[in-house]
């Protein structure tokens, strides 16, 4: 048997038309319509249009055994609809009926029309976030970036380093201060105590030239040439890179040459504004950074026995971080105990270190490194000196 639902005025209405034919014995039943010799016509269904709601509670509906229908049956076909009106209802027939709760629909702001309806999951809370941005009418300037710095300098909100000091070292070749560009004089060399030049300043000069290893050889005799040397540039001394054209006296200095447009080749050598081939070289050097490790070659000993034997000095004498103050001095008696397999400890050595701050994570501080004597031995102390701190002294008997 098949049931059947209907639908009207959001209800439900549901037919069994198994439960008919078991009410249809107990009490009377409307009389079945003749069969027909040929077919087994189908029930006709009974349409019920009611907007009454049962409250009958159906728990377990009884159920048949459902007959195997012939692979070829015809569909189904219901009556008309003003037949079956016609049809009045028992009120004995059982009905099922479920009640639809109607959706309650958002009531949305003006602002909120266009907007769907967001999602609310258990637990969690939802904010709106708005945002206004305001546009200046007129002309609109753009604050420098001094101006910014200032204003975030106010604010404290950035963490900006102390202002390096300026380096006063000079080259004693172009006379120049600090260390110069890469594709120009490049970085300061050490030559002697106090005494700085110009990596390119000294590779450029005319006595000069550089072993395998990177040391720049002759550097002390082209300062002594430069001495009695004048620019044709600038008509100043320390002039030491020569055109290399045969009888030419022109002379530079290395930047002087590069801004008079002077022509430099791949093997080291210069020709002149005035000798200079027209147009372009092949082997024309057009770009003098040097990234590869050059020194100048010294006599280091002589060098530390000139530091030792002078008193009073004026100079600083640096290594990296490491600012060299006194070397110290070791008596005969104390040479057994003052050394190691590596080191000398002589008393008296200072130098100080700029490092990072044991109190700070963005600071740095001076650290006073010193060797001092004790019973007979060597005493290392270490003085940690800070802006709006006490000094705070570290004692121990070994370096580390």
């Known amino acids: 048997m098949k049931d059947i639902v209907f639908c009207s005025n959001n209800c439900f209405v549901l037919y069994s038309a198994a439960v008919q ?88 702001s003006s602002l909120e029309d266009c907007r769907p309806p967001s999602k609310k999951w258990k637990g969690m809370k939802w904010k709106k976030w708005s945002i206004q941005i305001v546009i200046p009418k007129g002309s609109f300037k753009a604050p420098c970036e001094e101006e910014i710095d200032e204003f975030l300098k106010k604010l404290g909100t950035t ?46 000069s005319t006595e000069v030239y550089e072993t395998q290893a990177g040391a720049l050889i002759n550097v002390e005799l082209a300062l002594r040439r430069g001495l009695q040397m004048k620019c044709m540039f600038c008509h100043k001394m320390g002039a030491t890179s020569g055109c290399h054209r045969l009888r030419c006296t022109n002379i530079y200095h290395f930047t002087c040459a590069i801004k008079a447009q002077c022509m430099f080749f791949k093997d080291k050598t210069m020709l002149c504004p005035m000798h200079k081939p027209k147009g372009t070289h092949e082997q024309e050097l057009s770009y003098f950074a040097v990234f590869r490790r050059v020194y100048v070659q010294r006599d280091e000993v002589r060098q530390i ?19 060299f103050h006194a070397v110290g001095q070791l008596l005969p008696q104390q040479m057994q105990a003052f050394h190691s397999s590596k080191a000398l400890f002589p008393v008296g050595y200072e130098a100080s270190r700029l490092y990072w701050s044991m109190r ?7 650290y006073l490194c010193s060797i001092e004597e004790k019973d007979g031995l060597p005493l290392f102390v270490i003085k940690v000196v800070e802006q709006g701190h006490d000094d705070l002294v570290l004692t121990d008997t070994t370096p580390k």
Not at 183 to 197: H, Q, S, Y
Not at 309 to 316: A, S
Not at 360 to 366: E, H, P, Q, S, V
Request: charged share 25%; hydrophobic share 30%.
């Open 159 to 204: 963490l900006k380093p102390d202002p390096v000091p300026k380096d006063y070292r000079k080259c004693c070749f172009c006379h120049e201060e600090g260390d110069g560009l890469t594709d120009g004089p490049a970085r300061l060399l050490n030559l002697d105590l106090d005494l700085w030049v110009h990596l390119n300043c000294a590779l450029w």
């Open 360 to 366: 700070y994570a963005n600071r740095r501080c001076r």
């Open 21 to 108: 034919a078991k009410n249809s014995e107990n009490k009377e039943s409307v009389p079945s319509l003749p069969q027909s010799p040929m077919k087994e016509r189908p029930p006709k269904a009974f349409h019920q249009y009611s907007n009454n709601i049962s409250t009958l509670d159906v728990h377990c509906l009884p159920q048949l055994q459902e007959k195997i229908s012939p692979p070829s049956s015809p569909p189904i076909m219901f009556p008309p609809a003003f037949e079956a009106a016609k049809v009045e209802a028992k009120p004995d027939e059982l009905k099922v009926t479920v009640k639809l709760k109607p959706r309650l629909k958002a009531i949305h």
């Open 305 to 323: 026995a000139s530091i030792v034997q002078r008193g009073e000095r004026d100079h600083t004498f640096r290594v990296g971080s490491l600012i």
